[in-house]
């Protein structure tokens, strides 16, 4: 549930870990198409404000072609109805594994959660977090001497360094520095189909001796730059 940039990561980390069938909604119909231009074989469901959890759902299910519903649905939205929808979405005994982060206090569907037996795990994105990401990025395939299955090795190695997850395409727009009041704008509208953003100095910092900006007549050939944050919507 959610086609922005956690959604999107979430959508290729199942894509690669074999999942199907797959169902992503979003309010944007931009981010669904983008959605489906990263793992074609996507369902996409388009949430139209107002429309209660429960019809939503039924949606979900319907374009799963699983009237039952779902064994596990990924909430990657943080809001009190998407989450909702994820808790009707699933059949009994699934799975609501909640990634979004929202407020602080939020209404859930306790007794459907409890006659179905559905589970409802959650996961601070933010913590620990990093050192897995830097071992994705860093880790290599090939265990010598080690006699152990092709997707065992991806899975340890990584899933972006063993190739099933490339990271590229989710960076649809570039800024200079000088420009990032433009990036924070274009984040928040949706109708401008961005997924994430990276806003790097216009000047850029050498890579030898000690860290300084360049000066504005100097070339920027000591690229990439020494600083680069990321703008999530």
Do not use: W
Request: with cysteine.
């Amino acid at each position: 549930h959610g086609a922005g940039p956690i959604g999107l990561v979430s959508l290729l980390a199942a894509h690669a870990a074999g999942a199907i069938p797959i169902v992503i909604t979003d309010i944007a119909q931009s981010r669904l198409d983008f959605a489906k231009k990263l793992v074609p074989g996507v369902k996409t469901v388009l949430v139209e404000r107002g429309v209660e959890p429960k019809d939503v759902a039924a949606k979900v299910k319907a374009a799963a072609g699983l009237p039952t519903g779902l064994k596990l649905a990924l909430e990657c939205t943080g809001v009190e109805s998407s989450v909702q929808t994820a808790c009707y979405a699933g059949k009994f005994g699934s799975t609501v594994f909640i990634i979004g982060a929202g407020k602080d206090f939020q209404t859930l569907p306790l007794m459907h959660l409890s006659t179905n037996e559905i589970d409802v795990k959650l996961q601070y994105r933010y913590a620990n977090q990093y050192p897995k990401a830097i071992r994705a990025l860093s880790a290599v395939l090939h265990f010598p001497g080690e006699n152990i299955p092709k997707t065992d090795a991806v899975c340890r190695a990584g899933l972006v360094e063993g190739g099933l997850i490339d990271l590229k395409p989710l960076v649809t727009h570039r800024f200079t520095l000088e420009n990032a009041v433009d990036a924070f704008e274009t984040a928040v509208d949706v109708t401008r189909g961005g997924a994430s953003f990276s806003v790097s100095p216009s000047r850029l910092f050498r890579s030898e001796g000690a860290p300084r900006l360049l000066d504005e007549d100097e070339p920027d050939s000591f690229a990439p730059a020494a600083i680069k944050c990321q703008i999530h919507d």
